[in-house]
């Protein structure tokens, strides 16, 4: 079975403070990854998604992740968080081997001060 | 487009009690997901259908049990509920895709209080 770690919990961060969210999994073949976004009393929200391509993916509202294979890793990323980030985030990994069960990590709550 | 409808949207069960909750899926997704979500836990993998196939089940027990019909919604049943299966339940719907598993999309969830 796949497994997915997300190694910061809680995070806390000023305006305008850069966000680095941790991401690995486990499984070593070809995978697809995921972040995805639950902001407060909202539904769960893509941010943005890797199936192939450039290692490098921009998603919405700033938001970027990088895939390293050779760490397993898919960070998330954003130059300048905004009080409106305050949500709970969560990386998801999935592949053709696993048809269509996505494996989830236990999630990271940010927050952001004004 | 309509996203995935969950339905009902809150409910209050008492331990032993048994609950159906509902999920419609975006039109023209065919593949419906549940998950269980609680704090801590993160989001667990229930079961997934497929055109009214269960394709892939988590490692949840025989109590939890789910249904796909032919226009792709979907149910999922919790017998003789436990204290512990207090939860967000969320559903998703994902499309079919030629390149494998295709984005998942979520309902706002069904949360179920057990007293």
């Known amino acids: 079975a796949q497994s997915v770690s997300q190694h910061n919990h809680h995070v806390i961060l000023s305006e305008a403070a850069s966000l680095e969210l941790g991401c690995n999994y486990s499984?070593?073949?070809?995978?697809?990854l995921f972040w995805y976004v639950q902001y407060p009393g909202q539904h769960l929200q893509l941010l943005l998604k890797?199936?192939?391509?450039?290692?490098l993916v921009k998603g919405i509202k700033g938001f970027e992740a990088e895939f390293i294979k050779s760490k397993f890793s898919f960070n998330l990323r954003k130059p300048s968080v905004q009080w409106s980030d305050t949500a709970e985030y969560f990386c998801?990994?999935?592949?053709?081997?696993?048809?269509?069960?996505?494996?989830f990590g236990t999630g990271t709550s940010l927050t952001v001060i004004p | 487009k309509a996203g995935v409808t969950q339905t009902p949207r809150y409910l209050i069960k008492t331990r032993g009690q048994q609950v159906t909750l509902s999920c419609s899926p975006i039109?023209?997704?065919?593949?419906v997901s549940w998950y269980q979500q609680t704090p801590g836990q993160g989001l667990q993998f229930l079961f997934e259908?497929?055109?009214?196939?269960?394709?892939n089940k988590g490692n949840f027990p025989g109590r939890f049990s789910g249904r796909q019909f032919s226009n792709s919604r979907s149910e999922m049943n919790v017998s003789t509920l436990e204290l512990g299966d207090s939860a967000l339940y969320l559903c998703?719907?994902?499309?079919?895709?030629?390149?494998?598993?295709?984005?998942?999309?979520f309902g706002e969830g069904s949360r179920l209080t057990v007293l």
């Open positions: 998703a719907s994902s499309p079919t895709t030629t390149s494998g598993p295709g984005e998942l999309f």
């Open positions: 499984y070593g073949g070809t995978v697809n």
């Open positions: 890797y199936f192939s391509g450039d290692p």
């Open positions: 998801a990994v999935t592949s053709l081997r696993t048809g269509n069960q996505f494996y």
């Open positions: 039109s023209g997704h065919r593949s």
């Open positions: 259908y497929f055109s009214e196939t269960q394709r």
